[in-house]
């Protein structure tokens, strides 16, 4: 503007201020360079509305303090005057030129160079191709325009069902491009639901309270029908129905080893094992297998095994006190186990089993084992005579058992000598029964007896001519009771008819009968 010209507005202004009111509209009037546009015609009469008078940089702020949502777009960076950079450092007639008359284009929008990525709706894909129209009306501010896509998209396949937020499931490139990324809600897509159409599970478009249990889509799948509760996902996955995932070994206390990792899970779980707890002992399922008929109590896994219920584990070596060695190791538990096993214990003693085979009818030992052991019953006897109560020594220890044991009923076997060598005495019991006080096992010929030693009656002089009978002449069954005086013996032989008393040896010895000496 040539400075004359600025000058004379100057004055213009100065004078308007000294003048009244009315003088002042008439010559702003005068110099205003034309009309405003229809939407501002209402404050052509007041200048101060757009103008103060010299602050030239104040124009800007009068035009925000009327245009207050411009104003709050440059101030959030948002919209096109908050989005584009050159706004800020540009008074806004220089974009928007006024009194250029009412019908004036003010703001001068060339659609064909408009940058619409200056506003909050950048137009990509399929929306950069469209035309202006199609979404901004005619009549109605631009800025007015919704941005929603449900504002514009309003007819949809899914009738609002889905909410108005389309922008999670469809992009701006295709509409029928669908983006939605499940996993973001709270039911991720594993396996096979991946793959399944929308519609399997939200049928009519129903998107709100859709059941997310495997059991409520499942349901008529389950070949449990419902014994096994409806939490599928704790057996099975979404990868494959068919291949379950359940790990009874580490997901419960009973550990599926042998033949129970290849039965049916209904022949264990008949009912709903979430309400219908089962027992995990042996017996609670195999009670009508028990051929023991209880006998041998609950605790089946003591003896049987997961392997085979033929096979049988337990070591009555390893695990009772009572080793199996020899026949018994052949022999069936109930020949020595008849009753309960945990109620009646079996005897360990081998004549309380063998009593019935028993020849020796227990009159020997109940000890069988001194003689007797488990390879063989009538074999490989060991019995050691020399540990019993009649060592076997001299001819006895070659003797056959039964010279002196006639029956097996060893018991009732005689200890004395007279008892089996009754038939071969000589003496005709004469010396008494005491065998072994001449004679020893190493021979009967061989005898010593010194009747000077072993008894109290010498044989000296005449008495040692004599044969044993003399004296010895009757049976002495209880035990030699032979008078040791003269006179038990020679009674018969005193000329003096026993006038001197019995003790011949007053004035006889032993020489000679008829040899008298007098004792002084």
Not at 51 to 75: E, N, P, T, Y
Not at 298 to 327: P, Q
Not at 400 to 409: A, N, Q
Request: net charge positive; with cysteine; aromatic share 6%.
């Amino acid at each position: 503007m040539p400075r004359v010209l600025h000058g004379t507005i100057i004055i213009i202004h100065i004078m308007l201020l000294t003048m009244g009111q009315a003088s002042a509209d008439s010559i702003e009037k005068l110099i205003m360079p034309g009309k405003v546009v229809k939407a501002h015609a209402k404050y052509e009469h007041d200048c101060n509305k757009c103008h103060q008078v010299m602050d030239r940089g104040s124009q800007k702020s009068l035009c925000l303090d009327c245009h207050k949502k411009v104003a709050k777009d440059i101030k959030l960076g948002r919209g096109f005057h908050g989005k584009y950079k050159s706004v800020n450092s540009q008074t806004c007639k220089s974009c928007h030129i006024e009194h250029a008359g009412r019908d004036a284009d003010i703001i001068k929008l060339d659609k064909h160079l408009f940058k619409h990525r200056y506003t909050d709706f950048p137009l990509e894909d399929a929306h950069a191709n469209l035309n202006c129209k199609s979404c901004h009306q005619a009549g109605k501010k631009y800025r007015d325009t919704p941005s929603q896509c449900y504002i514009c998209h309003k007819k949809n396949p899914h009738n609002g069902k889905l909410g108005k937020q389309c922008s999670k499931c469809h992009s701006q490139s295709l509409w029928t491009e669908i983006s939605f990324n499940h996993n973001k809600t709270d039911f991720r897509l594993t396996g096979a639901h991946d793959k399944v159409s929308c519609n399997s599970c939200h049928i009519n478009n129903r998107y709100k309270n859709t059941p997310k249990t495997c059991f409520s889509c499942h349901g008529v799948d389950d070949v449990h029908q419902g014994r096994n509760g409806n939490k599928c996902q704790k057996c099975h996955n979404t990868r494959s129905w068919k291949k379950l995932q359940f790990d009874h070994n580490k997901n419960t206390k009973f550990k599926l080893l042998g033949r129970h990792a290849e039965i049916d899970c209904k022949s264990c779980h008949p009912k709903n094992p979430y309400k219908v707890k089962i027992k995990q002992d042996c017996f609670s399922c195999h009670k009508k297998d028990d051929e023991h008929k209880g006998n041998y109590g609950e605790k089946c896994n003591t003896c049987h095994g997961t392997a085979r219920w033929s096979k049988v584990i337990f070591d009555h070596n390893r695990d009772t006190r009572y080793h199996l060695t020899g026949k018994h190791q052949k022999v069936q538990c109930i020949a020595c186990h008849k009753g309960n096993i945990y109620k009646n214990k079996a005897p360990k003693e081998c004549a309380s089993c063998h009593r019935l085979d028993d020849v020796h009818k227990e009159q020997s030992d109940k000890n069988c084992q001194k003689c007797h052991n488990t390879s063989s019953w009538n074999t490989k006897i060991a019995f050691d005579h020399d540990l019993s109560s009649f060592p076997l020594i001299g001819m006895h220890a070659v003797t056959p058992c039964d010279e002196c044991h006639l029956s097996k009923r060893f018991k009732k076997a005689p200890k004395e000598c007279n008892d089996c060598h009754k038939s071969k005495d000589v003496h005709k019991r004469r010396l008494g029964i005491d065998c072994d006080q001449c004679h020893n096992p190493n021979g009967w010929g061989l005898w010593q007896f010194d009747h000077d030693q072993d008894t109290r009656f010498r044989i000296d002089g005449a008495h040692t001519r004599l044969h044993c009978y003399s004296c010895h002449s009757k049976p002495a069954p209880n035990g030699i009771a032979t008078g040791s005086s003269c006179g038990s013996c020679h009674a018969g032989d005193d000329p003096h008819s026993n006038q001197f008393g019995p003790i011949c040896g007053q004035c006889h010895d032993t020489t000679s009968f008829k040899h008298i000496h007098m004792m002084r």
